[in-house]
């Protein structure tokens, strides 16, 4: 009997819905959001949402709206455009996603401008106001750079079609994470995965990340925008660690 995998619905600080991973997409190929390649980003939209679906990740109804969106707009771009007069140009159909990518960023600003002077002024409050501490949070790296991790060890990963049962228990590799961690200050997500020789095996750690950051073993964080993913011990643990089963 074939059992069935839980999905696991995950919520990151940093990438709130398509727009985001839009924007992600855009600004690492250098692109002008005026004349965007809407081949390309689609292409590499959908392969952003296909590593998704490998992980097991929930995706929202919001961004398969934005796939079948972007497929309207190049499905458009690559019909034949109707005879018009000499000098008159027709709409261009990536008018409406400018317009919502325009309107993001303004936001996104006022945000970041929002979230700057509240850190500014945190300590300027009446008793009893609360200020929560970053140490709450267990996930602050970008979905696009834990995607781009996993993608890049997938990349290194051989290819099997083979299906076995139980080989990649997850118990095993959430010790395998908290020995490698034993000593050490951080580690580089990359060093989990490197060990792996199975996509399967990639995918189980990844999962054993994820649970030790809802017990509040560890956090994963990136420390500068677009930088490397560490994994450093959950503060509120780091002294109180209890040992786990080395299941192999």
């Known amino acids: ?69 972007l497929m309207q707009i190049k499905a458009k771009m ?4 109707p005879e018009k007069e000499e000098g008159e140009d027709g709409p261009d159909p990536r008018g409406p996603l400018v317009s919502m990518l325009e309107g993001y960023q303004r936001y996104k600003a006022a945000a970041q401008h929002i979230s700057l002077r509240f850190n500014q002024n945190k300590d300027c409050f009446y008793r009893g106001s609360p200020v929560f501490s970053g140490d709450e949070k267990l996930l602050k790296a970008d979905m696009a750079a834990l995607i781009e991790a996993v993608q890049k060890a997938f990349a290194r990963a ?15 590799r959430i010790a395998k994470i908290r020995s490698m961690m034993e000593g050490r200050e951080w580690l580089l997500i990359e060093e989990i995965f490197s060990s792996e020789s199975q996509r399967l095996g990639i995918i189980t750690c990844f999962m054993a990340m994820l649970e030790l950051a809802k017990q509040h073993i560890i956090v994963l964080a990136q420390d500068i925008s677009c930088g490397q993913i560490r994994i450093y011990h959950a503060p509120a643990r780091r002294e109180t660690m209890l040992p786990f089963p080395n299941n192999t």
């Open 1 to 69: 009997m074939q059992k069935k995998t839980e999905k696991i619905d995950i919520h990151l600080e940093n990438f709130e819905g398509p727009l985001d991973l839009l924007m992600h997409l855009i600004r690492k190929s250098n692109i002008d959001i005026y004349d965007i390649p809407i081949a390309q980003i689609t292409a590499e939209y959908l392969h952003y949402l296909e590593m998704m679906q490998k992980l097991n990740l929930d995706i929202a109804g919001e961004f398969l709206v934005m796939a079948a969106t």
């Open 78 to 81: 690559l019909l034949p455009a």
């Open 158 to 172: 051989a290819s099997s079609h083979e299906v076995q049962r139980d080989s990649f228990p997850l118990e095993s």
